[in-house]
Nanobody, 118 residues
Framework: VQLQASGGGLVQAGGSLRLSCAAS????????MSWFRQAPGREREFVAG????????YYADSAKGRFTISRDNAKNSVYLQMNGLKPEDTAVYYC????????????WGQGTLVTVSS
């Protein structure tokens, strides 16, 4: 199983980007799909998550009200719509997957760089 993240780029503060994460094969019906990010010199942090089966969503405080995570079962893809971007959102964004019954994210995408200029 491979996760392919895309959609990063350079955007001005206040702008928007939509990240995509496509699963190359397999089914994630019993998984939590999440986005993480890692800024230069900082630890990787959780951004948002979604239960593939129920659609329940989870957000870090920094993402609430600005970011929206969603999924498309038919396309085996998860998205992160980011609005109101700030320079502090600059990071490499990774999608990841873990089984519902586990805290371990066993599948990771390669990361996509988001740069927000002030």
């Amino acid at each position: 199983v491979q996760l392919q993240a895309s959609g990063g780029g350079l955007v001005q503060a206040g702008g928007s980007l939509r990240l995509s994460c496509a699963a190359s094969e397999g089914t994630f019906s019993s998984y939590i799909m999440s986005w993480f990010r890692q800024a230069p010199g900082r630890e990787r942090e959780f951004v948002a998550g979604i239960s593939w089966s129920s659609g329940s969503t989870y957000y870090a405080d920094s993402a609430k009200g600005r970011f929206t995570i969603s999924r498309d079962n038919a396309k085996n893809s998860v998205y992160l719509q980011m609005n109101g971007l700030k320079p502090e959102d600059t990071a490499v964004y990774y999608c990841a997957a873990r089984p519902l019954a586990s805290n371990h994210f066993g599948y990771w995408g390669q990361g996509t760089l988001v740069t927000v200029s002030s």
